[in-house]
């Protein structure tokens, strides 16, 4: 079973930047698309942004747009999100995710949360 792991969350001030991680162990992952969602304490899990198996499609949240840069380095087996300009209400657990191919838009896929394998999510605090 893929299983997908996290890393480059942490502490950070407003208006600073971190770039998060997914790496997969026993399988690559060029043949998934991956997304990135987070979760703040008492609020529903959010979409943040989506990249196809490919790389050609991308989809990002309003919330983060012109922050926030979603990229994959398939020879890596590595999804990264650079997270710049980051202000407190980023702050919440992100998690990774996979789904193979679909009949659905990254979008679709992004917004509903269409994904099969999670990993177990890096925490993301932005204060001073």
């Known amino acids: 079973q893929l299983q997908l792991v996290e890393s480059g969350g942490g502490l950070v001030q407003p208006g600073g930047s971190l770039r998060l991680s997914c790496a997969a162990s026993?399988?690559?992952?060029?043949?998934?698309?991956i997304g990135w969602f987070r979760q703040a304490p008492g609020k529903e899990r959010e979409g943040v942004s989506c990249?196809?198996?490919?790389?050609?499609?991308?989809n990002y949240a309003d919330s983060v747009k012109g922050r926030f840069t979603i990229s994959r380095d398939n020879a890596k087996n590595t999804v990264y999100l650079q997270m710049n300009s980051l202000k407190p209400e980023d702050t919440a657990t992100y998690y990774c995710?996979?789904?193979?191919?679909?009949?659905?838009?990254?979008?679709?896929?992004?917004?509903?949360?269409?994904?099969?394998?999670w990993g177990q999510g890096t925490q993301v605090t932005v204060s001073s």
């Open positions: 995710a996979a789904v193979g191919p679909s009949r659905f838009t990254v979008q679709a896929m992004c917004v509903r949360g269409l994904f099969d394998y």
């Open positions: 026993r399988f690559t992952l060029d043949y998934y698309t």
């Open positions: 990249i196809s198996s490919s790389g050609g499609s991308t």
